[in-house]
């Protein structure tokens, strides 16, 4: 592997920084594309870059997007180049994203002169907000011309040389709900004084699980989760108030828009049945990610052609903002074997080194068409 890159590898791994935050990062990645000559164009994003490539001969305008944030997770990894910033961690590959990212760019220079078109490449900040492909969306340079583009994240769940494709579906939409009901507080001891929001909040907890299992094809992946419920201070006084937040994840298009329908009916109507009132603020995230047929098709190809191993993608119903890019033209999201070992957003994630390599070859070779 070139030392080079493995070095850079590295300084990103020590180096983390949380969504939006990503200064050192953007500058770090602009000394190296500046290094190697690469034009970037001038977008203006606060945190995170967009290079070009342009190739010698005439073709279309494709686009690569590598993330660039990390998370706020401190590491138990053992790593010689561990997080240098306590309590942040590159825990999701997106280290290896930058460092693949700018190996393949510097593969597609060496190749110049047989590249059709030109590449573009989107560091891109803050996907784990789940909102920071918005930020390069807005900028209206960034994404004119793009005829397609080409995704990809750190697979720990496959060892190195593995690639996971699929087409059609592979992340979750993903949408946020918060939920305030609303009664009416008294003493502890005298219910019949008040209208206690705490049974009608847990009576929806109880209630949304029936939208997966009683509305929602048997057939489609879906879920929901409670994941906060608040309600009340203290022992012996009945709350006004009690809280819910949540995430709902879905893979069609019409299964989430039911599910908005029925969360907010069940709460609404649950509520009103308690004596209590409901509202609801929905919140959506990025859309499922969904990968063109003949992007994967081709993806395959290229991979069997550089004798790497191709599995189907596992579909998850975590989310991945890269799907906002897919709204505008087609995509494909490829997992890339990382090492088999503990799974991403945990504290002893680790990527193995010699993925960088195989990375940046397989991505160029896509992008060389
Ligand atoms: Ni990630």
């Keep these: 592997m070139r030392e080079d890159l493995l070095e850079l590898f590295y300084w990103f791994h020590r180096h983390p920084e949380l969504s939006y935050e990503e200064f050192g990062t953007t500058e770090k990645i602009r000394e190296v594309l500046n290094g190697m000559g690469v034009g970037l164009l001038p977008v203006g994003l606060e945190t995170g870059l967009v290079a070009e490539v342009r190739g010698a001969l005439p073709g279309p305008v494709q686009a690569l997007r590598c993330d660039i944030d990390a998370l706020p997770i401190a590491e138990q990894s053992g790593l010689s180049y561990a997080s240098e910033t306590p309590g942040k961690m590159h825990a999701c590959g997106h280290d290896f994203h930058i460092t693949a990212g700018l190996g393949a760019i510097g593969l597609l220079l060496e190749n110049r002169e047989r590249l059709c078109g030109s590449v573009r490449v989107f560091f891109q900040p803050a996907e784990e907000s789940s909102l920071g492909a918005l930020k390069v969306l807005e900028k209206e340079e960034a994404m004119a011309g793009v005829e397609r583009i080409w995704g990809f994240h750190a697979d720990p769940t496959n ?154 993608e596992e579909q998850s119903l975590g989310g991945d903002d890269f799907s906002f890019y897919m709204e505008k033209v087609p995509g494909c999201y490829v997992k890339v074997g990382t090492g088999v070992g503990p799974t991403i957003h945990q504290p002893d994630f680790k990527v193995d080194p010699r993925a960088i390599e195989v990375g940046s070859r397989y991505l160029a070779g896509v992008l060389l068409g």
């Design 159 to 312: 060892p190195v040389g593995t690639f996971g494709i699929r087409e059609g579906s592979v992340t979750a939409a993903v949408d946020r709900f918060v939920i305030t009901v609303t009664g009416r507080g008294c003493h502890g001891a005298h219910p019949d004084d008040g209208v206690d929001p705490i049974p009608a909040a847990a009576a929806m907890v109880q209630a949304f699980q029936t939208i997966v299992t009683r509305n929602i094809n048997p057939f489609h992946p879906a879920l929901i989760s409670v994941t906060r419920l608040e309600a009340g201070n203290t022992w012996n006084v009945i709350p006004q108030t009690a809280q819910l937040e949540g995430t709902v994840r879905t893979m069609e298009k019409a299964d989430r828009e039911l599910f908005e329908r029925r969360v907010r009916e069940i709460a609404e109507r649950t509520a009103a049945a308690y004596g209590a009132a409901a509202s609801v603020e929905w919140i959506p995230g990025p859309p499922a990610v969904c990968n063109d047929r003949g992007m994967a098709e081709f993806a395959e190809k290229k991979a069997k052609e550089q004798g790497f191993l191709v599995v189907p």
